[in-house]
């Protein structure tokens, strides 16, 4: 049992990247500690000698934490977040729902009061390009492209994971979509299946809301075929 906490507490400090061999570990410690505790319960004489070398074996335990601790390690401990940060981070995820509802429901002018009046929407339309394919500025070059959508039978826009970075009334963030279109070729119902990533900036405005003001539209990749209902 010496042997085994010894082994755990040098190798703690190497615990994030080899996950399976440091619970290998564990689990031997844990089976070996209830065989004792049931042998102490057995025998009572031994019982307190048996939780003076428990409490022991937790020095080396201590000076493993403390060592990480020390380096900066990671504990894997949770981030404490703020109610007014939480507030933001869930108001910027809804700002992101908000865009794909708009878009499937043909409601261009709605999708439009994301954005701030001097909004930006940069479309890639391939992310591998250096030079985006439209790069549109205020409420008047950006109408058209979500008119555009009246173009499609129906669209199905399925948001992914994201990350939102705040900084005061200002944030930035990346989420992934799939945007599903169907339409019409020569009479054949067609499917075009569009891995996007958008790239975002956003401003907080003066009644708490946050707002669209660039985003950046990354075509990762495309998939057309026909679509048999």
Same mark, same amino acid.
């Given at each position: ?6 082994? #755990?507490?040098?190798?703690?400090h190497v ?7 440091? &619970? ?9 500690? #209830? @065989? ?5 319960v ?5 019982? *307190?000698l048996?939780?003076?070398? *428990?409490? #022991? ?7 493993? *934490?403390?060592?990480?601790i $020390?380096?900066?390690?990671?504990? &894997?401990?949770?981030? *404490?977040v !703020?109610?007014?940060?939480?507030a933001?981070?869930?108001?910027i995820?809804?700002? =992101?729902?908000a865009? @794909? ?5 043909? /409601?261009?002018?709605?999708?439009? !009061?994301? =954005?701030?009046?001097?909004?930006r929407? #940069?479309?890639?339309?391939?992310a ?5 394919t439209?790069?549109?500025r205020?409420?008047? +070059?950006?109408?058209?492209?979500f ?8 669209t ?5 994971q994201?990350t939102?970075?705040? /900084? ?17 070729v020569?009479? $054949? ?10 790239? /975002? +900036? =956003? ?5 708490? !809301?946050?707002? =669209? ?17």
């Open positions: 049992m010496l042997c085994t906490t010894m082994v #755990i507490a040098a190798s703690e615990a994030h990247r080899e996950h399976t061999f440091h &619970r290998r570990v564990t689990r031997t410690w844990a089976v070996l500690t #209830i @065989a004792c505790a049931a042998l102490g057995a025998r009572p004489a031994p019982l *307190v048996g939780l003076i070398l *428990v409490a #022991i074996l937790g020095v080396p335990w201590g000076l493993a *934490v403390a060592h990480r $020390q380096e900066g390690m990671p504990m &894997r401990m949770h981030k *404490v !703020s109610p007014a940060e939480a933001d981070r869930l108001a995820r809804e700002l =992101f729902d865009y @794909a509802h708009c878009a499937d429901h043909r /409601d261009a002018t709605g999708q439009l !009061s994301l =954005f701030t009046t001097d909004a929407l #940069i479309v890639y339309m391939d591998r390009s250096d030079q985006p439209q790069d549109l205020g409420h008047e +070059q950006i109408m058209p492209v008119e555009n959508l009246r173009s499609y039978r129906t199905t826009h399925f948001n992914g994201s939102i970075h705040l /900084d005061g009334d200002r944030a930035t963030g990346e989420s992934y979509c799939l945007a599903h279109h169907l339409y019409d020569d009479g $054949q119902r067609t499917l075009m299946v569009a891995s996007l990533r958008y790239l /975002d +900036q =956003f401003a907080k405005q003066a009644n708490g !809301s946050w707002m =669209f003001a660039e985003r950046r539209l990354m075509v990762d990749w495309t998939e057309t075929r026909p679509s048999n209902p």
